[in-house]
C-alpha cells in the first residue's frame, strides 16, 4: 500500500487543506495528514484512504471522490471541532 505525506500531495489539494485550516482559526503544521492508496480486487480500481491526526485526534477520510470529497469532510470536522483540544 504506497503511502504519502502532506508535502507529497498535489500543490491544490495542498493549498485547499492549508486553506480549510485557517477559516477555521487552526494551524495546518499541527496536523499530521497521510494518504494510503490501495488496489482494489485486483481490477485496477484505486481506493484512497486519508489520515488527519491532530494531538490525540485522528480521522480517516476516503478519497475516492478525489480531493474535493474528503477536504469537505474534513472542513466540516474542522467546523464541529472535531479537532479541537480538550
Not at 6 to 22: G, T, V
Request: hydrophobic share 35%.
Amino acid at each position: 500500500m504506497p503511502q504519502k505525506l502532506f508535502y507529497q500531495f498535489d500543490p491544490n489539494e495542498q493549498d485547499e487543506f492549508i486553506s480549510a485550516c485557517e477559516r477555521h482559526g487552526y494551524v495546518y503544521e499541527d496536523f499530521d495528514v497521510v494518504a494510503n492508496d490501495a488496489l482494489l480486487n485486483g481490477a485496477g480500481e484505486h481506493q484512497r484512504e486519508i489520515s488527519v491526526a491532530r494531538f490525540d485526534r485522528i480521522r480517516m477520510y476516503l478519497g475516492s471522490e478525489g480531493p474535493i470529497g474528503w477536504l469537505r469532510e474534513f472542513e466540516t470536522d474542522l467546523a464541529r471541532g472535531s479537532f479541537s483540544q480538550m
